[in-house]
T-cell receptor, first 114, second 115 residues
Framework: EAQVTQNPRYLITVTGKKLTVTCSQN?????MSWYRQDPGLGLRQIYY???????DKGDVPEGYKVSRKEKRNFPLILESPSPNQTSLYFC?????????????FGAGSRLTVL | AQSVSQHNHHVILSEAASLELGCNYSYGGTVNLFWYVQYPGQHLQLLLKYFSGDPLVKGIKGFEAEFIKSKFSFNLRKPSVQWSDTAEYFC?????????????FGKGTKLSVKP
């Protein structure tokens, strides 16, 4: 089944403890992206990647890192999480970076930073 | 700056009522337009999209949307809503030819349908 898989789905952590949210897609998509969803703010893009070793900042990149060493994986790294990073995170992928392509979303990862 | 505006934060309807959710965007060039739906506790799914051609597009579950270029609008409609349509709806706009880095989402409209 074609899908985007995120882990963990739920995580409670403490300020400053590094964490990684993994994202993997099995559709051979070139494009991958991370969004955070907060009440009243909709989805805001954190980082995106148009291909292996190609990443770029979205609208709210502060406090996050990403890497794209393999086509299928696009982990989101929080080096020193803070409470304002408590949010619902979605990974998404698309078949090509240019043109009008539909995003396939993962199920979401709910992160709480105490 | 490019933006997407969804006029209603929360809409409450009774079953069988008609629905129209507004979406306006600020970019003046060629765009691709999307509506995504997020059912409670689930991830976003595509409802419908407009790339080119007939400005009236039909999506899944009886939804449709009309692209009006002169008004920079892409409103979502459904003639008769059902309780199962309770969800949050997001409009998204992408500049034609740009990377998906330019896909911008509205803040969402929460739809509650009373049985």
């Amino acid at each position: 089944e074609a899908q985007v898989t995120q882990n963990p789905r739920y995580l409670i952590t403490v300020t400053g403890k590094k964490l990684t949210v993994t994202c993997s897609q099995n559709m051979n998509h070139e494009y991958m992206s991370w969004y955070r969803q907060d009440p009243g703010l909709g989805l805001r893009q954190i980082y995106y990647s148009m291909n292996v070793e190609v990443t770029d900042k979205g609208d709210v990149p502060e406090g996050y890192k990403v890497s794209r060493k393999e086509k299928r994986n696009f982990p989101l790294i929080l080096e020193s999480p803070s409470p304002n990073q408590t949010s619902l995170y979605f990974c998404a992928s698309s078949s090509a970076p240019s043109g009008a392509n539909v995003l396939t979303f993962g199920a979401g990862s709910r992160l709480t930073v105490l | 700056a490019q933006s997407v505006s969804q006029h209603n934060h929360h809409v409450i309807l009774s079953e069988a009522a008609s629905l129209e959710l507004g979406c306006n965007y600020s970019y003046g060039g060629t765009v691709n337009l999307f509506w995504y739906v997020q059912y409670p506790g689930q991830h976003l799914q595509l409802l419908l999209k407009y790339f080119s051609g007939d400005p009236l597009v039909k999506g899944i579950k009886g939804f449709e949307a009309e692209f009006i270029k002169s008004k920079f609008s892409f409103n979502l409609r459904k003639p008769s809503v059902q309780w199962s349509d309770t969800a949050e709806y997001f409009c998204a706009v992408k500049r034609y030819g740009g990377s998906q880095g330019n896909l911008i989402f509205g803040k969402g409209t929460k739809l509650s349908v009373k049985p």
